[in-house]
T-cell receptor, first 112, second 114 residues
Framework: EAQVTQNPRYLITVTGKKLTVTCSQN?????MSWYRQDPGLGLRQIYY???????DKGDVPEGYKVSRKEKRNFPLILESPSPNQTSLYFC???????????FGNGTRLTVT | DQQVKQNSPSLSVQEGRISILNCDYT??????FLWYKKYPAEGPTFLIS?????DKNEDGRFTVFLNKSAKHLSLHIVPSQPGDSAVYFC?????????????FGTGTRLKVLA
């Protein structure tokens, strides 16, 4: 089944404790991206990647890192999480820009 | 600066009637537009898209209209069904101009009343 898989689905952590949210897609998509969803703000893009080893900032990249060492994986790294990063995070992929994004089921992160 | 705006946070429609969800954008470079539906505890799912060379695209009960001069698009759902109750996001991108971002609106919560 074609899908985007994120893990974990739920995560509660404390300020400053590094964490990684994994994202994997099995559709051989070139483009991958991370979004956060917050009430009243919709989906905002954090980082995106056009291909392996090619990443770029979205609209809200501060406090996040990404890497794209393999085509299928695009982990989101929070080196020192803060409470304002409490949010619902979505990973997405598409064949290329200009084709529909496929989303994972989300990771709800709480930073206390 | 919100480049993609959905000014109605919520909409209620009777089952069987038409649902019209609206979206406005400010960036004239956008040339590819999408609508997504999102249920609670799930990721957004793609519904329908339209490129700027068209002014209408239809897929079953879903039709998207694009008015480039007004920088406005709308999603029509006919007839509306209770299973359509969800949050709907519009999104825009500008792939032909080298902008590799998808910009989303804030969403409209649709409730279809049985």
């Amino acid at each position: 089944e074609a899908q985007v898989t994120q893990n974990p689905r739920y995560l509660i952590t404390v300020t400053g404790k590094k964490l990684t949210v994994t994202c994997s897609q099995n559709m051989n998509h070139e483009y991958m991206s991370w979004y956060r969803q917050d009430p009243g703000l919709g989906l905002r893009q954090i980082y995106y990647s056009m291909n392996v080893e090619v990443t770029d900032k979205g609209d809200v990249p501060e406090g996040y890192k990404v890497s794209r060492k393999e085509k299928r994986n695009f982990p989101l790294i929070l080196e020192s999480p803060s409470p304002n990063q409490t949010s619902l995070y979505f990973c997405a992929s598409s064949f290329l820009v200009g084709s529909p994004l496929h989303f994972g089921n989300g990771t709800r992160l709480t930073v206390t | 600066d919100q480049q993609v705006k959905q000014n109605s946070p919520s909409l209620s429609v009777q089952e069987g009637r038409i649902s019209i969800l609206n979206c406005d954008y400010t960036n004239s470079m956008f040339d590819y537009f999408l609508w997504y539906k999102k249920y609670p505890a799930e990721g957004p799912t793609f519904l329908i898209s339209i490129s700027s060379i068209k002014d209408k695209n239809e897929d079953g009960r879903f039709t998207v209209f694009l008015n480039k001069s007004a920088k406005h698009l709308s999603l029509h759902i006919v007839p509306s069904q209770p299973g359509d109750s969800a949050v709907y996001f519009c999104a825009a991108s500008a792939p032909t101009s080298g902008t590799y971002k998808y910009i989303f609106g804030t969403g409209t919560r649709l409730k279809v009343l049985a």
